[in-house]
């Protein structure tokens, strides 16, 4: 990966290590060791070219560094030009993203360039459309665990590019109490005691599905409660008996549809799994203009 997308990536928080890492493999599996066997039969291997990578229709792009990063791994001698920045909308017709080398390496690298920036840019565009959608009422929308596997580091990215806002990373980074601990502990404030035995400096949230749990987690001194499968009538009722002592969040069976009745009950975050197991691809396409050269023989 050519330094000026190392530094690209970096600014932007993403390790190098994890897309070093997505885009080896999004390569590898694009080709093997011949090649890419239609552009080898029919290119001059000096033909020139430029792409433009182009949204389709209109949304939030995400991973623009990263998209360019293929490129740069194809060929540190492809020059890169970012149009739009990660976290901008785009209008349909508007070019992200030019490349400008070796017409052979821009063939290469276009698929899983597009692959890799459609997704984070469904993510970034699905994500704002929650955003938008409980604007002003002071809750904030965030991500959960359920990311594909390898892609958790840049789709939580493409998460914050749409205007949510992280949970945890990784298991290691808080802690969790969900029904399985409960049932294993015995009790919820029990689970809840164990885990501040073990780990006092860490944040622990506990999930509770009914609200006559709640007053007991909220004694314990639970920092977060996830609220479970709640009705809007008993998240206002939760909010009521909280009374500020604990941030809450409510989770499950959320739709974009009544987000804002959810926030608007005064709870803190909306936990929203879609945001990267369900976002729609955001259409991106590569538009090429070249000398074409076809090889003779």
């Not at 789709?155 to 399985?180: F, P, Q, W």
Request: net charge negative.
């Amino acid at each position: 990966m050519s330094q000026p997308w190392v530094e690209a990536l970096r600014a932007i928080g993403l390790p190098r290590e994890d897309v070093n890492w997505i885009i080896e493999r999004a390569l590898a599996e694009d080709v093997d060791e011949r090649g890419d066997v239609t552009s080898i039969a029919t290119l001059d291997p000096n033909a020139q070219g430029v792409m433009d990578l182009t949204a389709r229709r209109p949304g939030v792009v995400a991973g623009v560094p990263v998209a360019a990063a293929v490129f740069a791994a194809v060929n540190p001698d492809v020059d890169l030009q970012i149009r739009k920045a990660d976290g901008s909308r785009v209008l349909g017709g508007d070019v992200i993203l030019t490349a400008r080398g070796r017409l052979n390496d821009l063939l290469r690298a276009e698929r899983p360039a597009l692959n890799l920036l459609g997704h984070l840019s469904g993510v970034a565009t699905l994500t704002r459309s929650w955003v938008d959608a409980i604007a002003g009422t002071g809750a904030t929308i965030r991500d959960t665990r359920k990311t594909t596997p390898g892609m958790r580091t840049l789709e939580k990215y493409a998460v914050r590019c749409g205007g949510g806002t992280n949970h945890r990373m990784s298991l290691s980074d808080a802690a969790l109490i969900k029904d399985n601990h409960v049932l294993a502990a015995g009790g919820v404030v029990a689970a809840f005691e164990r885990v501040r035995q073990v780990f006092p400096d860490l944040p622990i949230e506990v999930e509770v599905d009914r609200l006559d749990q709640l007053d007991d987690v909220l004694q314990a001194g639970a920092d977060l409660v996830l609220l479970d499968n709640f009705t809007i009538q008993d998240l206002n009722a939760a909010v009521a008996l909280n009374a500020g002592r604990a941030r809450l969040e409510s989770s499950g069976g959320l739709s974009l549809e009544h987000a804002r009745d959810v926030a608007e009950t005064g709870v803190d975050y909306l936990a929203v799994g879609a945001l990267t197991h369900s976002a729609p691809v955001l259409d991106i396409g590569a538009d090429v203009r070249a000398e074409f050269a076809v090889q003779e023989g």
